[in-house]
């Protein structure tokens, strides 16, 4: 083997020891390379891939051709590790799960729910509010007693886990004649 194909060859290897010790040591090199939210075009996973085809493509066409051939191996590893690259740049993106913020405190103020354990006077009890589609329990505090099956509003959230609530405030249905009951 040529010095060309042995330098291509070092890069091919040292681009598939990157994904290996990416592997096994998962979350080591997290956020070292990476530009987005998704890994972007300088992650880990794209660089290796990159560093593997342009090294492996290489050390091929060198170890093929006789005349030029470091300047070859270089040309074909760009034009094989380009494609590569963006091609699991975009498989890398589809595969990463991206999820919404977590919800804090403050995101329950205004919500409605349902008394699930009956609020006393200031005492605690329990109330399910969706939040983002997705039901919660949470311990809920009320200044009057609220019996459960109840609709409430929140009113404060002192922490994810605890809120301040009132009894939801519904409308008075209009009588036959189109006029509130008094």
């Known amino acids: 083997m040529d010095t060309a194909t ?3 060859l070092a890069i091919g290897i040292g681009g598939t020891v990157l994904v ?3 592997l096994l040591f ?4 997290d956020g070292l390379f990476e530009t987005g939210d998704a890994g972007g075009a300088f992650s880990l996973p794209v660089l290796a891939g990159f560093m593997g085809c342009f090294g492996y493509a290489g050390a091929i066409t060198a170890s093929i051709a006789d ?3 470091a300047v070859l191996g270089a040309l074909v590893g760009v034009v094989v590790a380009v494609p590569g690259a963006l091609g699991i740049s975009k498989l890398t993106s589809s595969l990463m799960q991206q999820t ?3 919800p804090t405190a403050t995101d329950y103020v205004g919500t409605t729910g349902i008394v699930i354990t009956a609020i006393g006077a200031n005492k605690y009890g ?3 509010i969706a939040l983002g589609g997705h039901p919660r329990k949470v311990s809920a505090l009320a200044t009057t007693a609220i019996p459960t099956g109840t609709k409430v509003t929140v009113i404060d ?3 994810e886990t605890l809120v301040v609530v009132e009894a939801a405030h519904t409308p008075t ?3 036959a004649s189109g006029k509130d009951a008094a």
């Not at 998962?26 to 090199?29: A, K, N, P, S």
């Open 6 to 8: 042995l330098i291509y």
């Open 20 to 22: 290996a010790v990416s």
């Open 26 to 29: 998962d979350g080591v090199f």
């Open 67 to 69: 005349d030029n051939a």
């Open 100 to 102: 919404d913020e977590t």
């Open 126 to 128: 329990e109330v399910s």
């Open 157 to 159: 959230a002192p922490s």
């Open 173 to 175: 249905p209009p009588t």
